[in-house]
């Protein structure tokens, strides 16, 4: 069948074409004959209709109804319980967690404990003057807790 007739085709079935498409189809024989066969078909499949009006059973939209909510919505746990692809994100996301988990576990274990001793000071005294054994640098933070801690619980005697 030719592009001009395929176009318009519902113009030709409906069998009022204008005049270009009469003209074609008059001299081309094998677009009218492809045309015969569609509405052949087309008057076989008319034939298969009945003749009444068919009613459904009692209770058939019920029945339909019925089903529509057992099936009941999808919900995104579907996905990743019954497809495989859903599996596999579950598992290698439950995987990182374990790798995360693991990881923080492990950093707070390795941190250093901090070591803080006592050290008075007599009236007057100010931390650091003429004390052996402290030093107070400024990279030395258990140092710097230490001393904050004896000057907060420090008691006049």
Request: hydrophobic fraction near 40%; aromatic fraction near 6%; include cysteine.
């Given at each position: ?9 519902e ?38 209709r ?16 019925e ?5 009941g ?7 990743f ?11 290698a996301s ?5 790798a995360i ?19 008075e ?16 640098t400024?990279?030395?933070?258990p140092?710097r ?13």
């Amino acid at each position: 069948m030719h592009r001009v007739i395929r176009d318009r085709l519902e113009e030709v079935l409906a069998q009022t074409p204008g005049a270009d498409l009469t003209k074609h189809l008059k001299d081309c024989e094998e677009c009218r004959v492809e045309l015969e066969q569609m509405r052949a078909q087309a008057g076989l499949l008319r034939t298969l209709r009945p003749a009444e009006e068919v009613e459904p059973r009692g209770g058939f939209y019920a029945r339909v109804m019925e089903r529509i909510e057992a099936e009941g919505p999808v919900s995104i746990w579907y996905v990743f319980s019954e497809s495989p692809f859903g599996r596999r994100i579950a598992v290698a996301s439950m995987a990182l967690a374990l790798a995360i988990g693991v990881y923080v576990f492990s950093a707070e274990q390795s941190e250093p404990a901090v070591a803080t001793r006592q050290v008075e000071f007599g009236p007057g005294q100010l931390p650091g003057e003429d004390q052996p054994g402290l030093v107070l640098t400024g990279s030395g933070a258990p140092d710097r807790d230490a001393v904050l801690v004896n000057l907060v619980t420090y008691q006049e005697q």
